[in-house]
């Protein structure tokens, strides 16, 4: 006896993961949130180190889903502007979040890079084996 193939139902979750976890993606997101309407090449610098071709299909896919606006207008040279959505302000809010954690715990980070080598034992595979040797 043959079953059907059944597809799994699909997860909300899942399919936003999908499109957010793509490189670059959530990094043209946040300069998008924050510094507002930006034009193409304006948004590849801010961008460091993303290519023109991958920052095309990343805002393509973006605005196929609904989280940036692309306004063309016909000038010479023609100006494509791209801002983000009701959306993915949403999701800016998260982002912020994360944005605030981030530096949070830079500065822990900072913290304790800066203490001196009698202080606390770090963690990590070396601090675990003095651990069991003590």
Not at 12 to 26: H, I, Q, Y
Not at 72 to 101: A, F, Q, W
Request: hydrophobic letters at 35%; one cysteine or more; charged letters at 25%.
């Amino acid at each position: 006896m043959r079953q059907s193939a059944i597809e799994p139902p699909h997860c909300p979750f899942g399919e936003l993961l999908e499109v957010l976890a793509r490189p670059w993606t959530m990094h043209v997101l946040w300069v998008l949130s924050t510094n507002g309407p930006t034009r193409f090449g304006a948004l590849r610098r801010q961008v460091a180190g993303i290519s023109s071709r991958v920052l095309t299909e990343r805002l393509r896919v973006l605005e196929q889903k609904g989280f940036v606006l692309r306004d063309y207008e016909p000038t010479i040279p023609p100006s494509v502007t791209y801002s983000i959505t009701n959306r993915m302000k949403d999701i800016s809010k998260v982002l912020s979040g994360l944005d605030e954690l981030a530096r949070k715990w830079q500065q822990e980070d900072a913290h304790v890079a800066t203490k001196p080598e009698g202080g606390k034992v770090r963690a990590g595979r070396a601090g675990v084996r003095e651990s069991a040797q003590a």
